[in-house]
Every structure is written in C-alpha cells, then in structure tokens.
C-alpha cells in the first residue's frame, strides 16, 4: 500500500514548481509585521488559486496580547548602511541591500556618527556600543545611540538575524544594528591592541512603524480535516532554509493532494502564518480542529551544505500520539534510497527520532490538545544569518520531505494498521531510550513505563493552554540576572514554555524528573533551583 501511495503522489511533487516557489518567497524581507511579508503571503495565495485551490487570508491585528504571546506591531525597513573608520580610512561597511538582517527587527530609526565601545562588566555605554546576547535585554539596558550585536553562536562571516519585536510603548531614542561575529572580533582587536585607537561608526536606519494588519494564508479541502499542515512564511530575506524551505513543501503538499486520485485524497488544510503570532489564531479560523498536525520548519537542505539531520520531533511523551508513528514510518520509507554491501535498505539522507523541543508552531497546536508532530533540519549552518540562501537547499530533498508528508497524512486517514504502527513505534522509542540511557548514563525509568501505557497521563479532555508561555514574558516578570541565565541551560526553554505548563493544568506528576529523562538531560543543582524559581513564577504568577 504504502508503495502505491509513493508511485502517485511522486508524479504530482515538481520540482520547477518547488524552485518557482522558492525564488518568490525568499525575493521577500518577510519580518513579522512588515508590508513584505504580506506581499509574500498575498502571492502565494495568488499562485495557490491559480492551482484549483480554495484558499481564505487571515487578518491579525498588529499589538495587543493573546493569551500569553505578544502580537507584534506593524514594521517596515526601507534602507539601511553602517560603515566604520579609523580616521578618514573605511575599514569596513554594510548596506541592507546585500545584508537584509543588518537592522533587528523592529529597532527604531536613526542616524548619526559616533566612537565605538566594547560592553565589559564594568562599562556598558556610550554613543556606539557592541554587545552580544538577549538583543530585548540589550535595547532595554544599554545607553547608547546605536547597539550593535555580535552571536558567537551564528556563522561567523555572516549577519546574523536578531528581533526586538517591541511595541510601540516601547521605542527608544536608540538604533540596533547586526554585525558578524568575524567583524567584532576583528574590532574588538583593533581595541585591545591600540586603546588609544579611535574607531568611528556612522549609521543610518529608515525604518518605519505601522497600523498595517498581519496576513495569515489558510487553504482547506474539508470542513473536517483529517491533517492540518503547518508552516511559518515568516522570516528575513532570503530565509531559505528557514522557512521558505517549509513553506515551499507544504504548497507542493496542498497541490498533490488536489491532484491526487480520489481513493488517497486527505482532508486537509494548509496554514502560512507568522510563527506562533499567526498560528495562535488557527483555531478559530478552522471550522473543526485536525486529527493531526505535521508542522514543517526547515526541511529540504543540502546536508552536506547545512551540516543538518532530518528531526522527527514528536510530542511530549504525556501525550498520545499516532501521527509521530505515521511521519517516522513515513521518513524511513521514503528516506531509506541507500544499500548495505549485502542489499539491506539504509538511510540516504540523516534523519531521527527526537523528543519534543519547543520553538516552532507545533508548540500552539500541542498546547490544545491536538496530536502534533514537527519535521525539522537541526542544525543549520547558516541559522538566522544572511547566508540563509537558495544555495542551502536540495530540491531532492524538498521534494522527499514534501513525500513523506503527504504518506504520513494518508496512511493517518485510513488508519493504516494503526494499532500495529503504534505498538511497533512505542517499541522503537524504548529501545531508542535504552541505547541512548547507555550513553549519557541517564536512565529513564519513568519514561519506559510512560511508554508502555496504553493511555497517556493527560486525559482524552485536554485542558488547553491558550498559547505557550513566550520568554518575552518571562522576562518581564522574573529577576534579570537569574533570566540570563536561564536561556543558557539547555532545555529550560522547552521545559517552561509549554511542557511544564500543558502538564501542570492537566495534572501530570513528577515534571521535572519526566523532562530530564524524556530529554536525556543532566541538570545541575544550581540549574535546576534556577528553573525550579523559574517555574514558580509562572505558576504562582502566570497561571494563577
């Protein structure tokens, strides 16, 4: 069966199609808010109709708040330039032209010239100021006419993407400008090697703010959808692999299905929203909710370019699921085209199992109850950078995700040996955590027997959580320094946003202990008082 599937849905994946809509998207400096992204949405409708398809624009008010997530406002950037001298010499300049991420994102305008300076502990101001880490915290603490912002943690020659995404409460007499990590390091020489050294930074950013509302692209075949697919359009131009890459494989998803043969037709609907502020309104947008949820984040690199592993991100393990069995079914079918020496079918592109992570739309959809799963490339080499570019993609693989998609919706809707699917899967998983338990020494006794129930800890009624809970929040209301912190322990993110959350209103015991071992994750003392502080807050405060 499930080769029959692949024989008819593969004639109906182009990849001229896939490389047209490509070109479109990633044309668009798509910010969240900006005219830009709107452009965008508005021609992938156009392109859409023009295919047979039904498809209805979702206009979000810019500002205010939903549930626990700000709604950002309108934001447009027109130009840009930033260059550096010593003296009368340039020794390095940069225009929005050929580095679209070269202002974060919704920063106010301005312009000016003035003498740089390095943020140490004891001093962080002045006219021109270069810093690194949460860029909110930087615009909200520093003095400065113009923060500029480094990531060690990006490519180096590249700009990276940074947002500030404030409201406009919110604007300051201050400009935030992007530079690469290679470039700070080389100013950061310059200082150390000569203090008396002057460098000069002029700048100028016309960027403007606006009334303008959010467009969201809902295209449906049924009143009842069996999968609903996901994928957020938004991010700066180019934003290849992130997320055109997504964007791009749900389309070529929406059109097989329409051409598709009556027998293998899925009742589905497709959604292009801004990530999370889009997605938190699909709910009333939706005339029933989906069976299902395959939500698509970058997918369809080059490996070998990007340096990622195809992820198949499956819920929290509280959770039942019988989509995450159907998408890694579907991936291992479709992703295993290499042979051993003796003819045994092997993976020929990385992919794997990989349990739930927060930071994409599959975490809105989780919070209501409904049964998601994400497919995602982690990591990416040129990850929120300018050098997120068409080059980083495979159309083949584009075109295989876009595949295994497209099995995993079908053999969901007709139940494909759902039952020996599922049990195969839960076997597959305790396995995965044996092995993985024998590495980092962490064993998951809690997780196995999780595994092996027939029902989940949350019950059949979910109790929703309108939305995840946003770091932004967070950040309001908790102790800054114990906030930074916070975002360099690895998985606290996930654990508080939703996890922690979705559990607690549904009654789920032992939290904390279920999140390591699901997570494979070895907190230390102190992390572990600084997330147990953390989650405090928002219990006591948040979902009081």
Same mark, same amino acid.
């Given at each position: 069966?499930?080769?029959?599937?692949?024989?008819?849905?593969?004639?109906?994946?182009?990849?001229?199609?896939?490389?047209?809509?490509?070109?479109?998207?990633?044309?668009?400096?798509?910010?969240?808010?900006?005219?830009?992204?709107?452009?965008?949405?508005?021609?992938? #409708?156009?392109?859409?109709?023009?295919?047979?398809?039904?498809?209805?624009?979702?206009?979000?008010?810019?500002?205010?708040?939903?549930?626990?997530?700000?709604?950002?406002?309108?934001?447009?950037?027109?130009?840009?330039?930033?260059?550096?001298?010593?003296?009368?010499?340039?020794?390095?300049?940069?225009?929005?032209?050929?580095? +679209?991420?070269?202002?974060?994102?919704?920063?106010?305008?301005?312009?000016?010239?003035?003498?740089?300076?390095?943020?140490?502990?004891?001093?962080?101001?002045?006219?021109?100021?270069?810093?690194?880490?949460?860029?909110?915290?930087?615009?909200?603490?520093?003095?400065?006419?113009?923060?500029?912002?480094?990531? +060690?943690?990006?490519?180096?020659?590249?700009?990276?993407?940074?947002?500030?995404?404030?409201?406009?409460?919110?604007?300051?007499?201050?400009?935030?400008? @992007?530079?690469?990590?290679?470039?700070?390091?080389?100013?950061?020489?310059?200082?150390?090697?000569? +203090?008396?050294?002057?460098?000069?930074?002029?700048?100028?950013?016309?960027?403007?703010?606006?009334?303008?509302?959010?467009?969201?692209?809902?295209?449906?075949?049924?009143?009842?959808?069996?999968?609903?697919?996901?994928?957020?359009?938004?991010?700066?131009?180019?934003?290849?692999?992130?997320?055109?890459?997504?964007?791009?494989?749900?389309?070529?998803?929406?059109?097989?299905?329409?051409?598709?043969? @009556?027998?293998?037709?899925?009742?589905?609907?497709?959604?292009? &929203?801004?990530?999370?502020?889009?997605?938190?309104?699909?709910?009333?947008?939706?005339?029933?909710?989906?069976?299902?949820?395959?939500? /698509?984040?970058?997918?369809?690199? @080059?490996?070998?370019?990007?340096?990622?592993?195809?992820?198949?991100? &499956?819920?929290?393990?509280?959770?039942?699921?019988?989509?995450?069995?159907?998408?890694?079914?579907?991936?291992?079918?479709?992703?295993?085209?290499?042979?051993?020496?003796?003819?045994?079918?092997?993976?020929?592109?990385?992919?794997?199992?990989?349990?739930?992570?927060?930071?994409?739309?599959?975490?809105?959809?989780?919070?209501?109850?409904?049964?998601?799963?994400?497919?995602?490339?982690?990591?990416?080499?040129?990850?929120?950078?300018?050098?997120?570019?068409?080059?980083?993609?495979?159309?083949?693989?584009?075109?295989?995700?876009?595949?295994?998609?497209?099995?995993?919706?079908?053999?969901?809707?007709?139940?494909?040996?759902?039952?020996?699917?599922?049990?195969?899967?839960?076997?597959?998983?305790?396995?995965?955590?044996?092995?993985?338990?024998?590495?980092?020494?962490?064993?998951?006794?809690?997780?196995?027997?999780?595994?092996?129930?027939? #029902?989940?800890?949350?019950?059949?009624?979910?109790?929703?959580?309108?939305? +995840?809970?946003?770091?932004?929040?967070?950040?309001?209301?908790?102790?800054?320094?114990?906030?930074?912190? /916070? #975002?360099?322990? #690895?998985?606290?993110?996930?654990?508080?946003?939703?996890?922690?959350?979705?559990?607690? &209103?549904?009654?789920?015991?032992?939290?904390?202990?279920?999140?390591?071992?699901?997570? /494979?994750?070895?907190?230390?003392? @102190?992390?572990?008082?600084?997330?147990?502080?953390?989650?405090?807050?928002?219990?006591?405060?948040?979902?009081?």
């Amino acid at each position: 069966m499930i080769h029959e599937l692949v024989s008819k849905y593969r004639e109906n994946l182009h990849a001229s199609m896939a490389r047209d809509l490509l070109n479109i998207i990633t044309r668009y400096h798509r910010i969240q808010g900006s005219r830009e992204l709107n452009i965008a949405i508005q021609e992938l #409708r156009e392109i859409l109709n023009g295919m047979g398809l039904s498809t209805k624009l979702l206009k979000i008010t810019p500002g205010g708040v939903k549930g626990y997530m700000e709604i950002p406002a309108g934001w447009n950037l027109k130009k840009a330039y930033l260059e550096f001298k010593v003296g009368s010499t340039i020794i390095e300049k940069f225009d929005s032209k050929d580095y +679209p991420t070269l202002v974060a994102a919704h920063s106010p305008p301005g312009e000016g010239c003035g003498e740089l300076s390095i943020c140490t502990n004891e001093k962080c101001e002045g006219d021109v100021v270069l810093a690194k880490g949460y860029v909110y915290d930087l615009y909200k603490t520093i003095d400065a006419k113009l923060i500029l912002v480094y990531d +060690p943690k990006r490519f180096m020659d590249a700009v990276p993407y940074t947002g500030l995404f404030i409201s406009k409460n919110e604007v300051l007499d201050k400009v935030v400008m @992007n530079i690469p990590f290679i470039t700070a390091l080389r100013l950061q020489s310059m200082l150390i090697e000569n +203090p008396t050294r002057k460098i000069t930074v002029c700048w100028k950013v016309d960027s403007e703010y606006s009334e303008e509302e959010i467009l969201a692209l809902l295209a449906c075949n049924a009143d009842e959808p069996t999968v609903l697919y996901t994928s957020h359009i938004c991010h700066p131009k180019p934003g290849a692999h992130d997320n055109a890459s997504g964007s791009v494989a749900n389309a070529l998803i929406a059109f097989a299905i329409a051409n598709s043969k @009556n027998q293998d037709y899925i009742p589905s609907c497709h959604a292009w &929203i801004p990530e999370y502020t889009g997605t938190i309104f699909l709910k009333n947008a939706l005339k029933n909710p989906p069976k299902a949820v395959i939500n /698509l984040d970058m997918v369809g690199s @080059n490996q070998g370019v990007t340096g990622s592993t195809l992820n198949v991100v &499956i819920p929290p393990l509280f959770m039942d699921s019988t989509i995450a069995a159907y998408a890694y079914l579907s991936v291992k079918y479709v992703m295993d085209t290499a042979s051993s020496f003796g003819g045994f079918k092997l993976p020929g592109t990385r992919y794997s199992v990989s349990p739930y992570t927060a930071g994409s739309d599959h975490d809105v959809t989780i919070g209501w109850g409904w049964d998601s799963v994400m497919y995602n490339e982690w990591p990416s080499k040129y990850y929120h950078t300018s050098m997120d570019a068409l080059s980083t993609l495979s159309i083949t693989s584009l075109i295989q995700i876009s595949l295994a998609s497209l099995i995993a919706g079908s053999l969901h809707h007709q139940r494909f040996k759902a039952e020996q699917v599922r049990a195969r899967f839960k076997e597959y998983l305790k396995a995965w955590y044996g092995i993985e338990s024998l590495k980092t020494g962490i064993s998951p006794t809690l997780i196995s027997s999780l595994i092996e129930t027939d #029902r989940p800890l949350i019950p059949e009624k979910v109790k929703e959580l309108e939305t +995840p809970i946003s770091l932004r929040l967070l950040y309001k209301v908790m102790d800054r320094d114990m906030f930074l912190r /916070l #975002r360099e322990i #690895r998985g606290a993110s996930t654990y508080l946003s939703l996890y922690a959350p979705l559990g607690y &209103i549904n009654g789920v015991e032992n939290l904390m202990e279920l999140f390591r071992q699901e997570n /494979l994750i070895a907190w230390t003392k @102190n992390e572990e008082i600084i997330i147990n502080n953390a989650w405090s807050i928002i219990k006591n405060e948040i979902l009081k």
